[in-house]
């Protein structure tokens, strides 16, 4: 029997690039909104109107798939697991849900509002993963800092963490949870 080498060479490109095997694991893609918990922190506003003009999600936090804090100090980043958007985008709408709902502002509007407001409120995402350093436990992690500004005055700065059990695997409500509990703790401390 004779070897034709083009088939040959057809069928081994094939095997090699996972045509005749089984199709790689789509990964699941996660998204965070605001948690359901209470985020209510004042009865009446203490500020006027709010602007938020910016939400910042440091690096390497700053990517689409899911970062993993190990115990060895290094991080990892999930290859079954991610966001459906960039922290920082996805965020964004969150953070508006959020302070609206805080009670703290008259009225809150996001950077492309039009609308006139006296101050304004940037927020900078310094940690954003899941953390699996302490063995046995896997917990939404979030760290931030919100800055108020009147102009390009400071009026004050507060910073938030949240964590939230992410033992059952749903990350979208982990880091929902986790998101919402250190923002509302920045915002209570403004």
Sequence with gaps: MKRNPAILAAILSAMSAGCLGPAPKEPVRW???AGSATVKCDEAPRH???RLSRLAVRPPYDRTALAVLRRNGSIAFDPSNSF????AAMLNGVALDVIAASGIFEASVGRSSSAAAQESIEIDVNRFALDCRV?????????LKVTLLKGHEILSVADGDGEASAAEGDYSASFSAAFTSALVQALRKL
């Design 31 to 33: 998204f965070v909104e």
């Design 48 to 50: 006027g109107a709010a």
């Design 84 to 87: 459906a958007a960039s922290p």
């Design 135 to 143: 063995q046995g436990l896997r917990t939404a992690s979030v760290s």
